[in-house]
């Protein structure tokens, strides 16, 4: 029997070429601009007598820290496929894996969310261009992107674009998303600024006006569909407060962290300084928009959205940017925001993709896939085959998603789950590292560093970990035990993690079988570069 060396070859063969800005807007992108729009619908739709902003402040500290555990982790396993990498070597091979089963087979799930949510966005927009112009053609065309077959067509060959991407062209990917960021960026800096000096009072008249709807109409048709709604309470229930874990936490900037320059940096911005930045967007856009839209009307606008009964072509994903547009009256300044933050939306759909290519590059290069799935282009520096792989996953769930709405529910499992439990994971590596001397010694001095005795990517890990994992448990387990959350979504996605288990026993017997090797040796070392 001929045995196999323990890596795929001496090298991984990807290129150092994200720079420290490519690298912060990396993460923001894994958040996503229009995130904080699809937070707060969602938030005031599901829990009207939550404030949405003491939540996003109750989570502040737990988010940094698991930035900063994560930046930590990282930077002393710079290598492509992220978690993977360090959740094995420093926990166990067995632990790493579930987490990225989980991962892999969750990740392109976010795909069709995000892109939907964009494509959408750009349908409120031709409807209200439309209505703002008399224009009726851009009204047709506004209703046909809402219509499922046309949904599927568009994310289909957007999908096709991002594997383009994938497959190559990545130094130009992250180019165009971090210029395309910036735009969106001071578009949404611009947004904040109408809000802050415009007085509820001027709002209502201008809200009228503009959609030729009544402000406080809209208040007592939520009122009369169902909506109660006492004010908001002083403390948030936490399972409102644990939907920011799947919209306000970084990680997928060290899945490539193998492709970043100046990998210390680059992780920290990508981490630290976008989670900051993030954070700050969620909060001032928030007190902002509440400010000059009035809470009532505000929450009232959302649920009437979410409950396909809003007098204006309002989507249930971002309600924000419908009620912000009288304030912008000129069509082209209106088009401008809309597309501006859909196509940030998009660069969040893909971005997920392309850590998700990296850990199925990674699991090849440590021999769990075959090896073809870690060979990279000789002209790009980029493992194609397993871009195409996980495009293939993509597609999947955008079929499932259209033409398989209640397997898709249960299969795209809950998002504040999967993430919960793959940052929890990382948050008890950064714990346990300094307790793995041999590996902890070789880190970079900014890893190593403490605060008094304890080591502080230990501090952070517990911060982290104590916080996610109890927001997790109180917030989403034990509800959907209670019946209170959906229990066979929750099931499918800790059966996805579990299912790490055998498959990791399975091609460890395989390649021991097979091939002569102790895949256990694998994770002794550290993959080269």
């Known amino acids: ?92 091979p067995t632990i790493g894996i579930m987490t990225d089963f989980l991962v892999v087979s969750s990740l392109p799930f976010n795909f069709p969310f995000y892109t939907i949510s964009a494509v959408t966005m750009i349908s409120d927009l031709l409807l209200i261009e439309g209505a703002l112009t008399q224009n009726s053609s851009l009204q047709s065309l506004g209703h046909a992107l809402l219509v499922p077959n046309t949904q599927f067509v568009v994310l289909t060959i957007l999908l096709i674009l991002t594997t383009f991407f994938l497959a190559g062209r990545i130094r130009f990917y992250f180019k165009t998303q971090a210029i395309l960021n910036i735009i969106a960026i001071a578009v949404c800096v611009g947004l904040v600024g109408l809000l802050a000096v415009t007085p509820n009072s001027a709002y209502q ?22 909506l109660a709604f006492a004010g ?4 948030p229930s936490l399972t409102g407060v644990s939907a920011l874990i799947f ?54 606008s959302a649920y009437l959205a979410n409950s396909g009964k809003s007098p204006i072509p309002a989507s249930s994903y971002t309600i924000f ?35 998700a290519s990296r850990k199925i590059f990674a699991w090849s290069f440590d021999r769990l896939l075959p090896s073809k799935f870690s060979d990279v282009s000789p002209r790009f520096k980029t493992p194609i085959y397993a871009a195409i792989i996980i495009s293939i996953i993509t597609e999947t769930y955008v079929i499932l998603s259209f033409y398989g709405p209640g397997i898709y529910t249960i299969v795209s499992g809950l998002g504040v789950i999967y993430t919960a439990l793959y940052v929890g994971v990382a948050a008890l590596s950064g714990i346990i590292l300094p307790m793995r001397k041999e590996i902890f010694d070789q880190c970079p001095p900014i890893a ?82």
Do not use: C
């Open 321 to 355: 940017i419908e009620l912000a547009a009288p304030l912008l009256s000129s069509p082209i300044a209106i088009a401008v925001v809309f597309i501006s933050i859909a196509v940030a939306g998009w660069f969040t759909a893909t971005m997920g993709l392309i850590g």
């Open 448 to 529: 190593r560093k403490k605060i008094g005795p304890v080591p502080l990517v230990s501090l952070l890990g517990v911060v982290s970990f104590v916080t996610i994992i109890g927001v997790l448990m109180i917030g989403q387990v034990i509800p959907a035990i209670q019946g209170g959350l959906n229990p066979s979504q929750a099931a499918w996605t800790f059966g996805l993690f579990i299912a790490g288990i055998p498959f990791y026993y399975l091609v460890k017997w395989y390649r021991r079988t097979h091939d002569g090797l102790d895949i256990a040796l694998v994770y002794k070392q550290i993959p080269p570069e």
């Open 247 to 300: 919209y306000l936490t970084i990680n997928w900037p060290a899945f490539v962290a193998g492709e970043m320059k100046n990998s210390q940096r680059s992780l920290f911005y990508s981490f630290v300084v976008a989670e900051v930045v993030m954070i700050a967007f969620f909060l001032v856009i928030g007190a902002v928009a509440f400010n000059t839209f009035g809470v009532n009307f505000t929450v009232a």
């Open 1 to 92: 029997m001929k045995k196999i060396p323990v890596f795929t070859r001496d090298a991984t063969g990807l290129i150092r070429d994200i720079t420290p800005t490519d690298a912060l807007f990396s993460g923001v992108v894994t958040i996503g601009l229009i995130s904080v729009f699809l937070f707060y619908t969602y938030q005031l739709a599901g829990f009207p007598n939550d404030n949405p902003l003491t939540a996003v402040a109750i989570m502040t500290i737990p988010f940094i820290a698991t930035a900063g555990v994560w930046t930590l982790l990282a930077a002393s396993f710079p290598r492509s496929g992220g978690d993977y990498v360090f959740n094995t070597r420093v926990l166990h």
């Open 232 to 235: 908001w309470g002083a403390i």
């Open 205 to 226: 008249s201008l809200y009228s006006s503009f959609y030729n709807v009544d402000y406080n109409s809209v208040i007592q048709s939520a009122q009369t569909n169902g």
